[in-house]
């Protein structure tokens, strides 16, 4: 099945951005919908964005609309979290998940079932 590795993260202040990459090995994204999770110190790990197999349909976490943008691009097997207009808030370990098929409850860990190691973002104010 695929594998999943995440990269983009660092320290950033607040106010910037980063851009995070979830790219897949093994085999093609073709056919997966792919989430964004994050989970800070001492926290559960919550639902950040979502993207389906086609790219056409995206969620978001209330606590980052307008601010936070995923995308991907089938080709080159990635998918993107842009991050804008970074807070405190914002940090913790980002992790990317993946689910073949359709997404029914886009914001539940247990719909997916491939998860990546995890790239730490830590916004100072």
């Known amino acids: 099945q695929v594998q999943l590795v995440e990269s983009g993260g660092g320290l950033v202040q607040a106010g910037g951005s980063l851009r995070l990459s979830c790219a897949a090995s093994g085999r093609t994204f073709i056919g997966y919908a792919v989430g964004w999770f994050r989970q800070a110190p001492g926290k559960e790990r919550d639902f950040v964005a979502a993207i389906n197999w086609s790219g056409r349909n995206t969620y978001y976490a209330d606590s980052v609309k307008g601010r936070f943008t995923i995308s991907r691009d089938n080709v080159k097997n990635t998918v993107l979290l842009q991050m804008n207009s970074l807070k405190p808030e914002d940090t913790a370990v980002y992790y990317c998940?993946?689910?073949?098929?359709?997404?029914?409850?886009?914001?539940?860990?247990?719909?997916?079932?491939?998860w990546g190691q995890g790239t730490q973002v830590t916004v100072s104010s």
């Open positions: 998940a993946a689910r073949v098929g359709p997404l029914t409850n886009y914001d539940a860990r247990d719909e997916y079932g491939v």
